[in-house]
């Protein structure tokens, strides 16, 4: 299947508030993650082609559930509420961190994690925190580094080199976790995360068919 063909076609199946209301496991997942107002919805509908398909707010903090999203070859793409806004009541912040805990660390089709960052505010606390729940795991982890066209080129180069030299320190294996510049704005770096995405989705090398799932 060519890169460019990974996220398009994606239709909404299903929003879930627990754990347990989850659809099977039969089929690859690839899970969105974020801090609040980081730009994930923008950057789902960038890379779909689609420009509703992730409800943009201008609340943070406003998605509370998991929205799960059917791509054209089975496998779903699943929007996890952003994470951090603090002026979220505390019972559902705790209601959320875990729905995200639980779904990141138990979920046995889950094969990798887009994680969102703002570019200008790159591996907050919370970030870190997320790093550290599904690293462990041995999965990939990729990072959009959103809203790049707000920096100078040289200013996201800065960044995005700053980065690269942190994130190892979550890694439990080398090349885990990658990382990119993104602009939804700019439609930038649709490619780069597109071919990412393609290799998680790919059959391994000497394979024609894709690993059973656990």
Do not use: C
């Not at 789902?44 to 943070?60: D, E, W």
């Amino acid at each position: 299947m060519p890169a460019a063909s990974v996220f398009r076609h994606a239709h909404f199946e299903i929003s879930i508030a627990r754990p347990q209301d989850l659809p099977p496991p039969d089929a690859a997942e690839i899970a969105f993650a974020g801090r609040s107002n980081a730009g994930k919805s923008s950057a789902i509908n960038t890379l779909v082609g689609h420009t509703r398909l992730a409800f943009v707010s201008k609340t943070p903090g406003r998605t509370q559930l998991i929205n799960i999203f059917r791509m054209r070859d089975g496998a779903a793409l699943v929007d996890l509420p952003g994470y951090g806004y603090a002026e979220v009541p505390e019972t559902v912040r705790k209601q959320w961190v875990r729905l995200l805990e639980s779904y990141l660390t138990k979920r046995k089709s889950l094969i990798g994690l887009i994680l969102i960052m703002d570019s200008r505010h790159p591996l907050t606390p919370l970030d870190q925190q997320m790093l550290g729940w599904f690293a462990p795991s041995g999965r990939p982890i990729h990072v959009l580094l959103t809203k790049s066209d707000k920096l100078t080129r040289s200013a996201g180069a800065q960044v995005l080199a700053a980065v690269k030299r942190q994130l190892p320190e979550w890694e439990v294996m080398p090349g885990q976790i990658t990382v990119q510049l993104f602009s939804s704005l700019k439609k930038s770096g649709i490619e780069e995360a597109e071919s990412v995405v393609a290799g998680w989705l790919a059959p391994p090398q000497g394979s024609s068919e894709p690993e059973a799932l656990e």
